[in-house]
Nanobody, 122 residues
Framework: HVQLVESGGGSALAGGSVRLSCAAS??????YSWFRQAPGQEREGVAAIDTGDSSTYYLNSVEGRFTISKDFDKNTLYLQMNNLTPEDTAMYFC??????????????????WGQGTQVTVS
């Protein structure tokens, strides 16, 4: 039974930091990612990581501010978000793909999704 459970969301001031966690269980996937969706907007891929070679992929607007990583021992995915802006306010979701192919930031690449955790920046 595959489960992805996010945690760590909350409120932050502009310029602040938040770290999101996603505890994965049931399977070890090839590619994991973080997506976000703000009210009235489409879901967008924020960051992704291939577990085989640890390649990472970022949305242009977060590159240099966000860092995706995975603790293999804990089977937990992280998203460290620094220098936050109000535009980062959204529900953040982690996702997992058996075999990440094509664009790692396209939601069609992922089979499993978490329930989401809210991040609000003011």
């Amino acid at each position: 039974h595959v489960q992805l459970v996010e945690s760590g969301g909350g409120s932050a001031l502009a310029g602040g930091s938040v770290r999101l966690s996603c505890a994965a269980s049931g399977y070890t996937f090839n590619t994991y990612s973080w997506f976000r969706q703000a009210p009235g907007q489409e879901r967008e891929g924020v960051a992704a990581i291939d577990t085989g070679d640890s390649s990472t992929y970022y949305l242009n607007s977060v590159e240099g501010r966000f860092t995706i990583s995975k603790d293999f021992d804990k089977n937990t995915l992280y998203l460290q978000m620094n220098n936050l802006t109000p535009e980062d306010t959204a529900m953040y979701f982690c996702a997992a793909a058996y075999n990440g192919k094509g664009s790692r930031l396209a939601d069609g690449a992922y089979e499993y999704w978490g329930q989401g955790t809210q991040v609000t920046v003011s």
